[in-house]
């Protein structure tokens, strides 16, 4: 499976993005889905993980409550609409797969196989 992140960009803080993760070459139906980011020179953190049918979601303590993960399916896509942007959340963000088994998430990124190339975020002050 092929993934291709989308709505990165520049907002000042207080505001809002919406990022995309489109799939193609298979489905990812059956696929828990996470988002992580990485600053350049730092290792890759978890930021939101969703569980292949979207009833379970699971987000990093520094999101909750400003982040939602949401999935569409049909439409092969996972979102990510963050809001309420901070500085400290510029970042580029990527999304990830895992197939079902095991455990539905986890907040360490090698246990993803699939990766998007990610989009990258610029939150001014």
């Known amino acids: 499976v092929q993934l291709v992140e989308s709505g990165g960009g520049q907002v000042q803080a207080g505001g809002s993005l919406r990022l995309s993760c489109e799939a193609s070459?298979?489905?990812?139906?059956?696929?828990?889905m996470a988002w992580f980011r990485q600053v350049p020179g730092k290792a890759r953190d978890f930021v939101a993980a969703?569980?292949?049918?979207?009833?379970?979601?699971f987000y990093s303590d520094f999101v909750k409550g400003r982040f939602t993960i949401s999935r569409d399916n049909a439409k092969n896509t996972v979102y990510l609409q963050m809001n309420n942007l901070r500085p400290e959340d510029t970042a580029i963000y990527s999304c990830?797969?895992?197939?079902?088994?095991?455990?539905?998430?986890?907040?360490?990124?090698?246990?993803?196989?699939?990766w998007g190339q990610g989009t990258l975020v610029t939150v001014s002050s």
């Open positions: 990830a797969g895992r197939p079902r088994g095991g455990d539905w998430y986890y907040e360490l990124a090698h246990e993803y196989p699939a």
């Open positions: 070459g298979d489905t990812i139906s059956t696929t828990n």
């Open positions: 969703i569980r292949w049918h979207g009833r379970d979601v």
